[in-house]
Structures are given as structure tokens and as C-alpha cells.
């Protein structure tokens, strides 16, 4: 048996373990995951021997097990209040991640178009498996929960087989479109938190609301309009294309011509301020990949914080907090890329965030005072033309443009450290950047 076949069912097996959350307090839960914490870090090369990799043999453990177990312990801490959730997820990263990369690897021939180490054959692996595991164990879970529940003074209708069926496979597809990104993060983190923050959004969201959905037709029409002129543009790849019509048509759908406009703006925004003296870019070695095109990672990285806002808008009965979060995750996004790529052109003196010290142009975690007053104008124009749509209101404009400047400084602080070690990609930087803004702006929704 090879090491990494050794590694495959030590990712699995633990996956029975789901099957006690149904008898175990949260305490307990959690004093469990710290176990599995521990066995990562000391036990796993006591019990399984010859399942580390070469780099792992040097330091004495595996930073995926450690992962796995922190990630277990996350799982619980989140979402106690609905251990089925907690387990859903631990199935999904256990069955979809280990059983994808086994017919992978047996199997997989055919490359997925953007990601040449995934294949058809594994994704669909992921789904399946991950997909019924998830469903199996969250009714197995579930089963401790009374049949009626009153939560806020409401009785709430007991969740039936075809709610773990459909959530289960549906938060599994999640995961697994998550984990074919090339991303430069371990798949121990991305699958876990996609699926456990999607299982818990089917449980507060408001299905009467999807009625009220805009035309699907006019939403269509629109974004394939639009990605097929910013393809001949050649501002967008192929990949890029098809990832940004499904944001678009989704952020229609969802928030209507005015939360569409938001994205195009942020969009135009951006890519102007990619293709602005790009030679000059081209020549300092800081321009844009690929001639300025945007791919599907981009999308993604850049759009998907601010879709999932959008969706929990029209789902939830929190629209008010969800759109302004929405607004925030692209002001955040816009603030980004303008500062970015037009400070590296008119910053007169960019300083490392963490050093105050003066970087060549291009360095990351660099900002400079011009770049960040664009940033933070841009970011006002997104918040007044939400104003101006009626998504958000007046005083909203502030906690947009200061959720924005906090996410866009994160994000200066990762680049000047973890990104500079190559420990992640820009595109999880970006990402953690938008989330941030998106979560500092409800934070502060409720504070004020």
C-alpha cells in the first residue's frame, strides 16, 4: 500500500466518527476534536506509519492532518446550535475530498479546463459521495433533535429526507466547484467552510422569497450581452466569460437592474484601471496576467462574496443588512483593484504596511497615499450610486466606504506577509478582502 492510499483512508475512515454528534453535548463534541487535533499533530505517525510525504517526514507532522482536526473543531464551534450542519460538512471534506482524489487519480484522464490537477471524473466523485455522505449523516444527527422545535416563539416544520437529500448533494457541488479552483490553499479549509456556511444558509433562508425573482430571461439576455462585448474587448477569458455571466445573472436575479449596475461598475472600474498604461505595467513586470484578462479565478475570488450577499438578500428576512453587505463586498473589490493598479503608476513613494518602509512598485502589502485615496473615492462611487439605485441608504455610503478601506488594509497585511511566503495565492488574498469588507459593514449595521 503507498503512502499516499495510507493518507486517502486515514482522510476517510474518520468520517464514522460524524455518527456520535447525535449522542455528544457541545463540550463533548469539542473536547473530541480536540483528539482528533491532537492525533494529527503527535499520534497519526504512532498509529499510521509511512503516510507522510517526504517534506513532512522533516518536520515530524502533516499539516493537512493538523487541518483536519482544527477544521472539525471550527466545524463544531460554529455550528453547535445545529450539529447537523457541523456534520454535514465533516462529510463533505472527508468523503468528497478523499474519494475525489482517489478515482482521480485512477480514473481521471480528462483535465478540467481550468485546473489541469482535477479532473471530470474526480469532481463528480466529490459530488456523489460527499453528496450522500452528507445527507446520510446529517438525518442520522438530526434524529437527536425533537420532531418539533419552537424557535422564537415559531414552530418550526420538522426537516425531512428530501431536504438532507437536496442540501446535502447541493452544498457537495459547492465544495467541489470551491476545490477544482487553482487555489494556493489547502482543501482541508476551502471544502469544510463552503459547505458548512452553505448547509447553514439553507437554514435561515425564506424559500417564498425565490417568487419574486426577476425575469430570468431579461437577466440572461443582459449578462451574455455584456460578458460577449468584454470578451471581444478582451478584457475577460473564455473562462472568465462564462464565470462572470453566471455571477451576473445570479446578482440579476437576485438584487434586480440596480445590483447588476453595482457589479458593472465595479467590473469597468476595473478592468479600465488594469488596462491603464499597461505597457508601462508590462515593462515594470507588475501588470495584470495575461493581458489584463480576467479568468474564472478572478470571478470567483473577486464576485463571489458579493453574489452569496445577494443571494442571502432575496432569501433571508435580513435584505436591508445583506444588501448593504453586497455593496461593500464590491466597493471592498473595486477599492482593491483601483488602489492597486493605479497607485502602482501614480504612487509617488509606496511603503510596505507592516514596515512603513519605502518597496519597489509592485511589492506586495505596498500602498501609497495616492493609491489609496482613489481607492477610497472609488469606493465612495459605488456606495452613492447604490444610494442613487435605492439599495441602501444615505449614511449607509459611510459604512460601505469604511468597511472597504478596513478589508482593502487586511488585505495589504496578508500580502506583506503570508503572500510574499507564497503561503496562498492573490486570489484567497483577494478573497479574504472582500469577506472582510462585506463582514465589517453588518458589523457595523448592528453596532450603529
Not at 220 to 238: D, E, R, W
Not at 359 to 387: N, Q, R
Not at 417 to 422: A, D, L, Q, V
Request: aromatic residues 12%.
Amino acid at each position: 500500500m503507498t503512502s499516499e492510499t495510507k493518507r486517502k483512508i486515514e482522510h476517510i475512515v474518520p468520517v464514522v466518527f460524524v455518527l456520535l454528534l447525535r449522542y455528544l453535548n457541545t463540550w463533548q463534541a469539542l473536547l473530541f476534536a480536540f483528539v482528533g487535533i491532537m492525533y494529527g499533530l503527535f499520534l497519526s505517525r504512532m498509529f499510521v506509519k509511512g503516510a507522510f510525504r517526504e517534506h513532512e517526514q522533516e518536520k515530524g507532522f502533516s499539516f493537512g492532518k493538523l487541518i483536519y482536526g482544527i477544521m472539525v473543531f471550527i466545524l463544531i464551534l460554529l455550528f453547535y446550535k445545529k450539529m447537523y450542519v457541523a456534520g454535514g460538512a465533516w462529510a463533505i471534506m472527508s468523503l468528497g475530498d478523499g474519494c475525489s482524489n482517489i478515482f482521480g487519480k485512477t480514473y481521471g484522464k480528462r483535465k478540467l479546463p481550468w485546473n489541469s490537477e482535477k479532473s471530470w471524473v474526480g469532481s463528480a466523485a466529490f459530488v456523489f459521495f460527499g453528496g450522500l455522505g452528507a445527507a446520510i449523516l446529517m438525518w442520522w444527527v438530526n434524529l437527536s433533535q425533537s420532531p418539533v422545535q419552537i424557535i422564537q416563539g415559531q414552530v418550526q416544520t420538522p426537516l425531512t429526507w428530501s431536504y438532507f437529500l437536496i442540501c446535502g448533494f447541493l452544498a457537495a457541488l459547492a465544495a467541489a466547484g470551491v476545490e477544482s479552483l487553482p487555489l494556493k490553499i489547502n482543501d482541508n479549509i476551502t471544502v469544510p467552510l463552503t459547505a458548512g456556511l452553505f448547509l447553514y444558509a439553507t437554514t435561515i433562508i425564506t424559500w417564498e422569497h425565490v417568487g419574486n425573482a426577476h425575469s430570468i430571461i431579461a437577466a440572461s439576455g443582459i449578462n451574455i450581452s455584456f460578458g460577449l462585448l468584454a470578451y471581444y474587448l478582451k478584457t475577460v477569458s473564455k473562462s472568465g466569460l462564462i464565470g462572470g455571466v453566471v455571477v451576473g445573472i445570479i446578482i440579476y436575479l437576485c438584487l434586480g437592474i440596480g445590483g447588476f449596475l453595482i457589479l458593472f461598475t465595479f467590473f469597468a472600474l476595473g478592468s479600465w484601471s488594469s488596462k491603464h498604461k499597461y505597457k508601462w505595467k508590462a515593462s515594470h513586470g507588475v501588470a495584470q496576467e495575461n493581458k489584463g484578462r480576467r479568468s474564472v479565478k478572478h470571478a470567483v475570488a473577486k464576485g463571489g462574496v458579493g453574489l452569496v450577499m445577494a443571494v442571502m438578500a432575496m432569501l433571508t428576512d435580513m435584505p436591508e443588512i445583506f444588501t448593504i453587505a453586497f455593496v461593500a463586498a464590491f466597493a471592498t473589490a473595486t477599492f482593491d483593484t483601483v488602489s492597486s493598479e493605479l497607485g502602482q503608476i501614480y504612487g509617488k513613494r509606496p511603503i510596505l504596511i507592516t514596515t512603513m518602509k519605502t518597496v519597489p512598485v509592485g511589492t506586495d502589502g505596498a500602498i501609497s497615499v495616492e493609491g489609496t485615496i482613489m481607492g477610497v473615492l472609488s469606493a465612495a462611487l459605488v456606495g452613492a450610486e447604490a444610494y442613487f439605485l435605492h439599495l441602501i441608504s444615505l449614511p449607509s455610503i459611510i459604512i460601505v466606504v469604511a468597511a472597504a478601506f478596513v478589508g482593502t488594509t487586511i488585505e495589504s497585511v496578508l500580502g506583506a506577509t503570508i503572500e510574499r511566503r507564497e503561503w496562498v495565492s492573490n486570489e484567497v488574498i483577494n478573497f479574504i478582502n472582500i469577506s472582510t469588507g462585506a463582514g465589517v459593514s453588518m458589523l457595523l449595521v448592528k453596532i450603529l
